[in-house]
DNA sequence: GCCCACGTTGTGACCGCTCACAATCCTCGC
DNA sequence: GCGAGGATTGTGAGCGGTCACAACGTGGGC
């Protein structure tokens, strides 16, 4: 059995009869002897009460357990301090760290934070409008087409920070976000592994946010410059999907090419899609291929052979686009802009020197 | 560079000018020639109202773009729709696909879902009132000792369920709850490691959640029950932490010891660590060691060797949180509570016969 | 000793919506 | 053709806070 039911909401033989209701401030005024109004002084820190007074009041609130509404509060001061976010997605590595960055940032702020998943059926109107009436503002995770979609919808008078991919150079978006240079990341992997001999580099992608351009997303352009800054004419990347399943796809057609020789990963989950399905054919990593991954999940360090991969700071993103919805929240509250880390190439097994001997017997 | 400013929020050449403020029921019953309460009724669904004044009215919430204020909503019926999550965690396998289990089914239920992690520096009162307070219930992922102690601290009167692990048999947690069976589930992998041929097993555990009694949480008593009835002195269990590199440190140690021949661990992330510990002291998987995991994260069928694991329903169990939740907040929606799967024995290629040979050298 | 400014406190109205009830309209049966 | 009763609509109050302002004291300066 996995479930039990409910407890019994106590009989009413309670010690404390009245507990009932939480208190207001209006309760907590007649136990003080003073106003309403006194109460809402108090609470709200306003300098013109007198010490004795103070104190009393304090006292009742303490007494009565009182704790003022977030409700009324939010629907009297018109003031909501709260952020949703809009994602596809909660769980795959780059998601989830962003999205723990996002809680971090707002827990210490302390905003309450709000979690909502977009799905492609979703219409997206209504989801964000729904998101946008539980009051506060918006961070809306646009790494993929949906989340992308989405952010593009939000009305404008609703405040909304992003964090999006790397985009094209010279151009910003229109609205308020964050993002990493995996663009120049990308590029800087793929120079690697060709200053370590290899003839090219192949791709496997993430799906692309941006449908438009002929592109794959900043990673697949800064990986095509890469090879184009070096006079090789980059091969048809491949992938499609973001897990470790869509990778070993890709990796198993790879994998049959003797002359590939370096495979650059657009995330961490198709590295290990990929690295799986060399070792099927029979391909060592690094000595026969060497794979670089994206994003350096927990796990990439402790796989076997450990993956070569680009660190990503989400978590620091996450916490930048908190930082930004901020200061279009609270006007005065001008809180110091955290700076994510740059992306940075870690270097493992996975990627090492091409091997001058010619290709091996399968 | 990595932020952008805020767009300047538009002129006020707006094509419309007025569209400032959001239609309350009072400009849309203006607009219909209504009382404000007809049109209360009518976004309510109340059946006497006249047809011909129903849409009378909806043509004016349309062209009005009205939306009925959630907040003033929640303050004058007291009904507040809405779920807070309190969980120490949000990126581990099992807390993220409790979380997503139930964002899905907050989701499908129209409830906003909010994250709120706890810390074991938190005032845990405090937090909770704060979580309260949000209005809506709590559901508290009570896998670790804080949000187990979490859980004991929530005050009777607010609507709450909670996901735990499995108590101890014949007791039921005074909190409606939900578990998976892995007390059960952690005894039938031993057992099959033991049927498999070996001596022993050893576990590497996860932190307990509880801290009184004299095992390390359920996993723990299964293996330890599994082993005692097969007349097995079960040896000292190790690992502290969670993540991959706690497994490495136990599986450093446990490497060393040729007659360790099997090994359970507390989650796969342990169980990546204690394969890399092996694979560094030369031992192989599974030819001289056996690994079985816990959890099945996604990565664990597709490292090398795949690992043999006991996949747990986590969504499914965040789901059937959520349905347990909602019967204390909606008084008559009887939703069919949503059942998890139970654990199941996933066996792949970190786990295999005992080898006769004698223990080989290093 | 009086006036005025200021520190302190209380009152009224309102945020946007829901309740409870009263007031109106219509329709039917006799 | 008239009254009862249900359908339809409108009014008042209040949810628990906030704002604006008015009404008290008190003290210092002349």
């Known amino acids: 059995m996995h479930?039990?039911?409910h407890t019994t909401s106590g009989s009413d033989a309670d010690p404390h009869p009245g507990q009932q209701k939480a208190a207001s401030i209006r309760d907590v005024a007649q136990a003080a002897g003073v106003s309403y109004q006194t109460v809402s002084r108090v609470i709200n820190g306003h300098p013109n009460v007198r010490e004795e007074t103070r104190r009393r009041v304090q006292a009742?609130?303490?007494?009565?357990?009182?704790?003022?509404?977030?409700t009324a509060f939010a629907l009297?001061?018109?003031?909501?301090?709260?952020?949703t976010v809009l994602?596809?997605?909660?769980?795959?590595?780059?998601?989830?760290?962003?999205?723990q960055g996002l809680e971090e940032a707002s827990r210490a702020a302390g905003y309450p934070l709000g979690v909502r998943v977009v799905t492609?059926?979703?219409?997206?109107?209504?989801?964000?409008a729904a998101a946008a009436d539980t009051g506060g503002g918006l961070v809306v995770i646009g790494f993929d087409r949906v989340g992308a979609a989405a952010l593009d919808r939000v009305p404008a008078h609703v405040p909304c920070a992003a964090v999006v991919e790397a985009p094209p150079p010279g151009r910003t978006p229109d609205r308020p976000a964050v993002w990493a240079d995996d663009r120049e990341a990308a590029r800087a992997a793929t120079a690697h592994l060709l200053a370590l001999g290899h003839d090219t580099v192949h791709y496997v992608a993430i799906p692309a946010s941006t449908g438009t351009r002929r592109s794959a997303g900043p990673r697949a352009e800064g990986w095509r410059q890469a090879l184009e800054a070096a006079g090789v004419v980059p091969p048809a990347p491949s992938g499609k999907g973001w897990d470790a399943q869509a990778g070993y796809d890709a990796g198993k057609k790879l994998a049959r090419n003797q002359d590939v020789t370096a495979i650059l990963c657009g995330n961490d989950d198709l590295a290990l899609g990929v690295l799986r399905a060399l070792h099927h054919a029979g391909r060592r990593v690094p000595e026969d291929v060497s794979v670089i991954g994206f994003d350096d999940a927990p796990h990439s360090a402790f796989i076997t052979p450990s993956l070569t991969t680009v660190r990503m700071d989400f978590q620091g993103l996450g916490r930048a686009a908190f930082g930004l919805l901020r200061t279009q929240l609270d006007t005065d509250q001008q809180a110091p802009a955290p700076v994510p880390?740059?992306?940075?190439?870690?270097?493992?097994?996975?990627?090492?020197?091409?091997?001058?001997?010619?290709?091996?017997d399968t």
């Open 3 to 5: 479930v039990t039911g």
């Open 120 to 128: 492609p059926e979703d219409d997206l109107d209504r989801t964000i």
């Open 60 to 70: 009742a609130i303490e007494t009565l357990g009182f704790r003022r509404n977030a």
């Open 76 to 83: 009297a001061s018109g003031v909501t301090r709260s952020v």
């Open 87 to 99: 994602t596809t997605n909660t769980v795959l590595h780059g998601y989830a760290a962003t999205l």
């Open 341 to 360: 880390a740059e992306p940075a190439l870690i270097l493992r097994e996975s990627s090492g020197p091409r091997q001058s001997s010619g290709p091996r």
